[in-house]
């Protein structure tokens, strides 16, 4: 998944393009590139790795030019070099491409059969170069677009520009998303509205198979049967703004400390603190006749979901079918009548999470959509969109927008319970209580950041880690692997406690930290008998528990990390951050792009 971002304009667009770039890096910075339509040719710069050496070659040697088109990059075909980067180039055509073309092979055996030349190792460059010859054969851009599209199959938006015609740009749409943005005499393209942020706030959004073209007057949109549409242009909340690190050394650090206020603006949706009840932000959503939930995410926003699984069980009664979106459409799953499924998304665009809303929709199923971006694909789909208030999240390890999407779908299973008569007025009453006081603990558990920070210098020596958790602290062991895996480049795995004599324990000696999440409570026994026979095999224990865990299990650990001690319901929240903080205090140690981790994007819109 790549960003884009493309003006036809009435001054020159370089530095606004690298302005639209800076935006959308969230995407991928592999590489990066930018070309324009200067005096009846096509110019291009290029620079492989993140953005900023895009701007080091555009200052050594500028862009003119007021029309062009920008990308910044997530290598999926062919390494992240300056020759694979964006835009692809013929003498007549530029282009830039996000998504992947899933029948490249033999279009690219075509086009070199034709005598072409291909220059790069990317599924793009095909379309450059089918584009072109029918340019080269005297057709009009929108002609020449109209006639590839039907034969290119995968996911795909795109943006071209043509030699000839300085004064338009096609874009396109199938499986990844595109926008129109409309300015005072100019019009832009981008892959979504933040990216175009700066230059204007009215944006129309292209629906599956359409294309477009723009010029400075506006935009002509076309279905896939190419009838001339309208889509309606909205007005986007999302600001100019950049969103700054504040006095924070990474956007990782301050995303991890705002949680105690996004979690509370979240929940404010969620809880009528007088009434002491829970609500819906669309309250006669009837969930009275739903029979079967299935929970269906990825990464980070996976575990919030298998963590919510617990809670629609225990609180509902309500069976949960819970999978990773990328292997859910593929294995033939059964969906009933009465059947919910809910999407766990940050960014609401995450390509496998996308399409399995689909799958599941075109089945009868009722949709829910925990995002964080409320004009994301995904919120637009949904029957019942879910908002997570967690503002923009720009570190690509999750953080805020996970213990955000735990305090929607922990008010989303009280809603349920309640819908389906299992909810005493005493029950909702004790829940609304615990939620609420989530923001405070979650505070409470910032205060041992410096103790997390000494004791990271253990775990970054290690080459490989173990989290062990029960119940709802298992999921948070993944989350806490997944998290140092990401941007601490350490091998981590999590298990469940219970499960770790079936394997993992032949991993034990001391040189592998074991993590161990254990609140007080009633699984705190067994879990201890577990990290027990951690220890008794040389296995060096951080015990991450609150004072009264600590007391009883803490002694031959070789560190402990004290939690407040909360309420069950809300310990996945609180217990989210000491594992954030190791992990970020770790990567920090190890002088790893925090923000940045090599290969990762945040936002993955190819399958
Ligand atoms: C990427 C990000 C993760 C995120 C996952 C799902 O892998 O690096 O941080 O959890 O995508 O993204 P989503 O936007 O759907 O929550």
Same mark, same amino acid.
């Given at each position: 998944?790549?960003?884009i ?11 606004r393009?690298?302005d639209?770039l ?5 995407r ?9 339509a200067?005096?009846?040719? *096509?110019?291009?710069?290029?620079a ?13 040697d ?6 062009? *088109? ?14 694979n ?9 530029a ?36 584009v ?29 520009l043509f ?15 595109l +926008? ?16 175009l942020?700066?230059?204007t706030?009215r ?8 294309w ?35 006095n924070?050394r ?13 979690v509370?603006?979240?929940?404010r949706?969620?809880?009528?603190r ?9 309250p ?6 739903i ?9 980070t ?5 298998m963590?919510?699984?617990y809670?629609?069980?225990q ?8 999978? +990773?979106?990328?292997?859910f ?8 009548e009465g ?8 960014s609401?665009?995450?390509?496998d ?8 929709k075109?089945?009868g ?7 964080? +971006? ?7 789909e ?12 720009i ?36 829940i609304?209580?615990h939620?609420?006081e989530?923001p ?7 205060a ?11 775990v970054?020596?290690?080459?490989d ?8 602290d ?17 091998h981590a795995?999590?298990y ?11 991993? *034990?000696d001391?040189a592998v930290?074991?993590i ?10 067994k ?12 296995g060096?224990v ?16 070789l560190a ?9 319901? *809300? ?10 903080l190791l992990?970020y205090?770790?990567?920090?140690a190890k ?17």
């Amino acid at each position: 998944m790549c960003g884009i971002v493309g003006i036809v304009g009435a001054t020159p667009v370089a530095d606004r393009l690298l302005d639209g770039l800076k935006r959308l890096e969230y995407r991928g910075y592999d590489s990066a590139g930018i070309a324009t339509a200067v005096d009846g040719r *096509i110019e291009r710069r290029r620079a492989s790795g993140k953005l900023i050496h895009l701007a080091e070659v555009l200052q050594g040697d500028p862009l003119p030019g007021s029309t062009g *088109i920008a990308h910044t990059r997530w290598a999926t075909h062919g390494g992240p070099t300056t020759n694979n980067a964006h835009p692809h180039a013929t003498g007549e055509v530029a282009l830039v491409h996000n998504g992947i073309i899933e029948n490249f092979k033999p279009l690219r055996d075509e086009l070199t059969a034709r005598g072409r030349t291909l220059e790069s190792e990317t599924d793009t460059e095909v379309v450059a170069h089918l584009v072109s010859e029918k340019v080269e054969a005297g057709m009009a851009p929108a002609d020449a677009v109209r006639e590839v599209l039907p034969r290119l199959h995968g996911a795909f938006a795109l943006a071209i520009l043509f030699r000839q015609h300085p004064d338009l740009l096609v874009g396109a749409r199938l499986g990844s998303p595109l +926008v129109v943005g409309y300015g005072d005499g100019e019009t832009y393209l981008g892959s979504d509205a933040l990216a175009l942020a700066a230059l204007t706030q009215r944006i129309a959004y292209l629906e599956e198979g359409d294309w477009v073209v723009i010029t400075r007057e506006g935009a002509q949109i076309f279905d896939r049967e190419n009838n001339p549409v309208e889509r309606p242009v909205t007005i986007s909340g999302v600001t100019g703004e950049l969103v700054s690190k504040g006095n924070h050394r990474h956007y990782m650090l301050k995303e991890i400390y705002e949680q105690p206020i996004v979690v509370a603006q979240t929940l404010r949706s969620y809880l009528q603190r007088m009434e002491e009840r829970v609500t819906l932000p669309i309250p006669d959503f009837d969930l009275s006749a739903i029979r079967r939930v299935t929970i269906v995410a990825c990464g980070t926003s996976f575990y919030a979901g298998m963590v919510a699984k617990y809670w629609f069980e225990q609180f509902a009664r309500v069976p949960v079918d819970l999978d +990773v979106a990328s292997e859910f459409r593929y294995r033939a799953p059964v969906m009933e009548e009465g059947g919910l499924m809910i999407v766990i998304s940050q960014s609401g665009e995450t390509a496998d999470t996308l399409a399995a809303l689909r799958h599941a929709k075109s089945e009868g199923q009722k949709i829910a959509a925990v995002v964080n +971006v409320p004009t994301s694909t995904m919120a637009r789909e949904a029957d019942l969109l879910l908002p997570t208030h967690a503002g923009p999240e720009i570190g690509v390890a999750s953080t805020k927008a996970f213990t955000c999407q735990l305090a929607v779908l922990a008010a989303l299973a009280a809603n349920l319970a309640r819908a389906k008569g299992r909810l005493t007025p005493a029950d909702e009453k004790s829940i609304v209580r615990h939620l609420a006081e989530a923001p405070a603990a979650l505070n409470g558990a910032l205060a041992y950041d410096e103790s997390i920070e000494a004791m990271a210098h253990s775990v970054a020596a290690a080459r490989d880690v173990l989290y062990l958790g029960r119940g709802t602290d298992y999921p948070l062991a993944l989350e806490g692997a997944l998290k140092l895996k990401e941007i601490s480049y350490i091998h981590a795995e999590g298990y469940a406690a219970g499960e770790m004599k079936h394997g993992p324990i032949a991993l *034990i000696d001391d040189a592998v930290p074991v993590i161990v999440i254990a609140p007080s409570g009633p699984l705190f026994d067994k879990t201890v008998s577990n990290m027990q026979e951690v220890q008794a095999r040389g296995g060096r224990v951080i015990l991450i528990s609150d004072y009264d865990g600590v007391q009883a299990a803490g002694e031959n650990c070789l560190a402990t990390i004290t939690m407040p001690k909360v309420h069950p319901l *809300i310990a996945p929240l609180v217990y989210a951050v000491p594992v954030q903080l190791l992990a970020y205090h770790v990567a920090v140690a190890k002088g790893t792009d925090v923000d940045q981790p090599r290969n990762l994007a945040k936002s993955v819109t190819v399958e």
